[in-house]
């Protein structure tokens, strides 16, 4: 088991540039998580899906965020146009059955310069 | 809404001695919680739970209390080796999906 894998594992970019952070979640969880870390408000959750179908968006901070799973082996955080506020690790997180814990990639770094 | 709050950012413990991590909640619907572990460049791991059922669950050095009338929590790590340096956060999920809040996190040192 691979664990999840997110790409990539950093990001350097642009103001105004869009950026797309991917994700694979561990095979078989049904359950998908898009997560931002920052020093001052920790884990955000920004939004995440059951069964590829995106149930809670809430915390995706403003519409240049986006998020997409087509398919249960693939999601997407797209952030177009990116601006410095927007740096920060971007976690991808997948969990299988209820209550069991959910399993974290590494994180993408990203910063907006 | 911060309804997982962990409001100590900091702990330093020297090696051998206890760290207790603490974490208070908001919500009474919460039915279980956990706590991750994680250290730098890596995602959180899972390292304890607690359902809300129960006051305490133990893993070897590892113990989680929970208080419920004061909505209250607390991750025990006895005896503290440096390699427990990490940031900790407390999390609980709600709802059918079981949407996961975390707290803020405590950033523990533990010095040899």
């Known amino acids: 088991d691979a664990g999840v894998i997110q790409s990539p594992r950093h990001e350097v970019t642009e103001m105004g540039q869009e950026v797309t952070l991917r994700c694979k979640p561990i095979?078989?969880?049904?359950?998908l998580f898009w997560y931002r870390q920052t020093m001052m408000r920790g884990l955000e959750l920004l939004i995440y899906?059951?069964?590829?179908?995106?149930?809670?968006d809430s915390g995706m901070p403003e519409d240049r965020f986006s998020a997409k799973m087509p398919n249960a082996s693939f999601s997407t955080l797209k952030i177009q146009p990116s601006e410095p506020r927007d740096s920060a690790v971007y976690f991808c997180?997948?969990?299988?059955?209820?209550?069991?814990?959910?399993?974290f990639g590494n994180g993408t770094r990203l910063t907006v310069t | 809404d911060q309804q997982v709050k962990q409001n100590s950012p900091s702990l330093s413990v020297q090696e051998g001695r206890i760290s207790i991590l603490n974490c208070d909640y908001t919500?009474?619907?919460?039915?279980?919680f956990l706590w991750y572990k994680k250290y730098p460049a890596e995602g959180p791991t899972f390292l304890i739970s607690?359902?809300?059922?129960?006051d305490k669950n133990e893993d070897g050095r590892f113990t989680v209390f929970l208080n419920k009338s004061a909505k209250h929590l607390s991750l025990h790590i006895v005896p503290s080796q440096p390699g427990d340096s990490a940031v900790y956060f407390c999390?609980?999920?709600?709802?059918?999906?079981?949407?996961?809040?975390f707290g803020i996190g405590t950033k523990l040192q533990v010095i040899p």
């Open positions: 997180a997948s969990k299988g059955s209820y209550n069991s814990p959910l399993h």
């Open positions: 919500n009474s619907m919460f039915d279980y």
């Open positions: 999390a609980a999920p709600r709802g059918g999906y079981q949407k996961v809040t």
């Open positions: 607690i359902s809300s059922i129960k």
């Open positions: 095979s078989g969880h049904n359950s």
């Open positions: 899906f059951n069964n590829n179908v995106p149930i809670d």
